[in-house]
């Protein structure tokens, strides 16, 4: 097993100059281990799997993924059309988080200009993510310490967020991290994210190796514990934003912003510019992904439901942008709830 570093320091997906090193997100909490991909089958299935997951390091993903085609159609002589269509599959593996896409289709012009061209596109991609995830949680945190007049601040996030879906530092974790650096936190209550349960293995792994205060529930407790009042503030990540400011994220978001709503407590996301879709005008208009029923209906292999029933097993939901009090990204803090909604290609 890999030595563990610092969680902060962690990239959940590096460039070694022939393949892409991914950390294997699906072995945690239990194994650090990294996965090699040096194939677009491979990396695709990594991709499903959620090997590697996270809109932003989906993005350094898609990026780098171009650059794993191209050594491949090299060794193994393929033409331009058989690259082209290895590097749709890459763009297409996972359809509701946008980055994925964009970070193909940052890269994929570059194509013609050769490997070098498009691996230092890709580490661009790559830097500006960490460059924003850190203006993000400086954005979140000065947002939550003017609204929020609680000290110390008890907050709820879903899923994972963090360094492990990102680039490095996170989006959602970044501003917990910042609040946490500014001396602002309390606790930390982590969802455990069904199905795979990314906020129990990935999200509360990386506030204990950076020593945060937190608690595992369970996704049917979080909007008790909010009603209860032991909550000051939601903040989670996005998939996908559309025009009007509805978010899509993991399945059971929009469960905590309708909590938040009730009890009247700020309900935050924070996301790069790059989840924005400019193409997808309202939340009714963004795909959703239904992964495999089974996910649901057994668990580490043992079957939990009776062999008659069928799983239902949507990855996301989409929050109304009403519902969002704040919508945080690395230009600074839009208030969709209030009408100020994002401008596509705006600032």
């Not at 699906?26 to 040096?38: D, F, I, K, Y």
């Not at 193909?104 to 830097?127: K, M, Y």
């Not at 996301?271 to 959703?288: L, Q, V």
């Not at 029923?293 to 939990?304: D, F, P, Q, S």
Request: hydrophobic share 45%.
């Amino acid at each position: 097993m890999d030595e563990e570093p610092n969680v902060a320091e962690l990239q959940a997906v590096t460039w070694t100059g022939d393949a892409l090193r991914l950390i294997d997100q699906t072995v945690l909490p239990a194994r650090l281990e990294h996965l090699e991909v040096r194939d677009v089958d491979v990396l695709v299935d990594a991709i499903r799997r959620l090997v590697v997951r996270g809109a932003p390091a989906l993005g350094v993903t898609g990026a780098y993924g171009v650059a794993v085609a191209m050594l491949q159609a090299e060794r193994e002589g393929w033409d331009r059309a058989a690259l082209e269509a290895a590097v749709d599959r890459i763009r297409t593996a996972r359809p509701t988080a946008v980055n994925l896409a964009g970070g193909v289709d940052r890269v994929r012009p570059l194509i013609g200009d050769g490997l070098a061209a498009v691996t230092a596109e890709a580490g661009r991609v790559l830097r500006e993510d960490v460059a924003a995830n850190r203006a993000m949680g400086a954005h979140g945190a000065d947002w939550i310490a003017r609204r929020v007049s609680r000290r110390p601040l008890r907050v709820l996030t879903h899923c994972n967020t963090g360094s492990l879906a990102t680039a490095g530092w996170g989006t959602a974790l970044g501003v917990i991290r910042e609040l946490h650096a500014r001396g602002l936190l309390e606790m930390v209550y982590a969802d455990e994210t069904r199905p795979l349960l990314q906020g129990s293995r990935l999200t509360a792994w990386e506030l204990a190796h950076d020593g945060i205060p937190h608690r595992v529930l369970a996704d049917g407790a979080a909007a008790s514990t909010i009603l209860r009042g032991l909550v000051d503030v939601a903040v989670i990540g996005a998939d996908r934003i559309a025009a009007n400011g509805d978010t899509a994220n993991k399945i059971g978001s929009v469960g905590v912003a309708l909590a938040c709503a009730d009890a009247g407590i700020p309900f935050v996301v924070a996301a790069p510019w790059s989840t924005i879709d400019p193409g997808t005008a309202t939340g009714e208009d963004i795909p959703i992904e239904l992964r495999d029923g089974r996910e649901v209906l057994a668990w580490e292999g043992a079957r939990t439901a009776p062999a008659g029933s069928e799983g239902f097993n949507p990855a996301f939901d989409v929050t109304p942008a009403r519902l969002i009090s704040a919508l945080v990204t690395e230009t600074g803090v839009l208030e969709p709830a209030r009408g100020r909604v994002p401008v596509p290609g705006g600032a």
